[in-house]
């Protein structure tokens, strides 16, 4: 039996690719994560940047907490099984009446991994529906496997550094959005196609996404990222795993951590294709 998601979501998920919405926790707990980042942003002088929203549970504590919520891995562990890594968490930021989209891409096409079994998760931090630009989703197209890209959308209000775009082909009109109001999250497969539009709304569209795989999943590239173990045990050893929880934003030492596992995470999706990771600043 399930932990924390139905029989129906988990069948959902296989069939479809995709699980939304589901709560995860009250708009106040979600706010109040948006406030601490904003706090920060104002500490420093200006918004999140690529290095600080790459692999951000890293750096900043709260949302390390976000990341190892026990409802969530509940969540993740119904799809995934017992023993998971979490590989990625980034933070996906559109600002108020801005053009930054995304392309439709696949998350596994820089990840470098067989099986595709990762698994994202997105939780808004403010409503993230039609108007803001919501996460858009082709159903089933997960089964496909990876499809090969083109690089025909890099563009500055591209959110993908790459400026992917997929090459599946698939009917628009097809498309589900994933509306999500503060405190929801969304569940995709590595492979599912998805996108989402420009932010046509008087509010920043602010949402964090955690990628987390099971232990089995290989590394395909010669050069090989990090990853941390949040449940079970890891008999593989496919992933090296000395990334640490940090111990404050600005803790030089964990600031070093987590630059050096970005590094790592960019130099390898470049080795899988992404020439342009420069991009993410």
């Given at each position: 039996?399930p932990?924390?998601?139905?029989?129906?979501?988990?069948?959902?998920?296989?069939?479809?690719?995709?699980?939304?919405?589901?709560?995860?926790?009250d708009?106040?707990e979600?706010?109040?994560?948006r406030?601490?980042?904003?706090?920060?942003?104002?500490s420093?002088?200006?918004?999140?940047?690529?290095?600080?929203?790459?692999?951000?549970?890293?750096?900043?504590?709260?949302?390390?907490?976000?990341?190892?919520?026990k409802?969530?891995?509940?969540?993740?562990?119904?799809?995934?099984?017992?023993?998971?890594?979490?590989?990625?968490?980034?933070?996906?930021?559109?600002?108020?009446?801005?053009?930054?989209?995304?392309?439709?891409?696949?998350?596994?096409?820089?990840?470098?991994?067989?099986?595709?079994?990762?698994?994202?998760?997105?939780?808004?931090?403010?409503?993230?529906?039609?108007?803001?630009g919501?996460?858009?989703?082709?159903?089933?197209?997960?089964?496909?496997?990876?499809?090969?890209?083109?690089?025909?959308?890099?563009?500055?209000?591209?959110?993908?550094?790459s400026?992917?775009?997929?090459?599946?082909?698939?009917?628009?009109?097809?498309?589900?959005?994933?509306?999500?109001?503060?405190?929801?999250m969304?569940?995709?497969?590595?492979?599912?196609v998805?996108?989402s539009?420009?932010?046509?709304?008087?509010?920043?569209r602010?949402?964090i996404?955690?990628?987390?795989?099971?232990?089995?999943?290989?590394?395909t590239?010669?050069?090989?990222?990090?990853?941390?173990?949040?449940?079970?045990?890891?008999?593989?050893?496919?992933?090296?795993?000395?990334?640490?929880?940090?111990?404050?934003?600005?803790?030089?030492?964990?600031?070093?951590?987590?630059?050096?596992?970005?590094?790592?995470?960019?130099e390898?999706?470049?080795?899988?294709?992404?020439?342009?990771?420069?991009?993410?600043?």
């Amino acid at each position: 039996m399930p932990k924390f998601l139905t029989e129906k979501q988990v069948k959902q998920y296989r069939e479809e690719g995709f699980i939304s919405p589901v709560s995860v926790m009250d708009e106040t707990e979600a706010l109040d994560l948006r406030e601490q980042i904003e706090s920060f942003e104002a500490s420093q002088g200006k918004q999140m940047y690529g290095v600080q929203r790459t692999k951000c549970s890293l750096r900043f504590p709260f949302i390390y907490e976000l990341a190892t919520r026990k409802n969530i891995l509940d969540a993740v562990e119904d799809l995934l099984g017992p023993n998971i890594l979490m590989y990625q968490c980034a933070m996906w930021f559109k600002e108020p009446e801005s053009g930054s989209y995304v392309s439709w891409h696949q998350d596994c096409s820089y990840y470098g991994m067989d099986p595709l079994a990762l698994v994202s998760a997105w939780v808004a931090l403010s409503p993230a529906n039609e108007e803001s630009g919501c996460m858009q989703v082709i159903p089933g197209s997960h089964k496909g496997g990876q499809y090969p890209v083109e690089f025909t959308e890099i563009r500055e209000a591209n959110l993908l550094a790459s400026g992917q775009n997929t090459l599946c082909e698939f009917d628009p009109e097809q498309a589900i959005l994933m509306p999500l109001r503060p405190g929801e999250m969304s569940l995709h497969h590595v492979a599912l196609v998805h996108s989402s539009r420009p932010n046509h709304s008087s509010d920043r569209r602010m949402g964090i996404s955690i990628g987390y795989l099971p232990t089995n999943v290989r590394q395909t590239t010669s050069l090989k990222a990090s990853a941390m173990l949040m449940r079970g045990e890891d008999d593989f050893g496919f992933f090296t795993l000395d990334e640490l929880p940090p111990v404050s934003a600005l803790d030089e030492d964990t600031v070093e951590r987590h630059e050096r596992a970005v590094s790592l995470y960019r130099e390898k999706a470049i080795e899988c294709g992404n020439q342009t990771a420069w991009r993410l600043g």
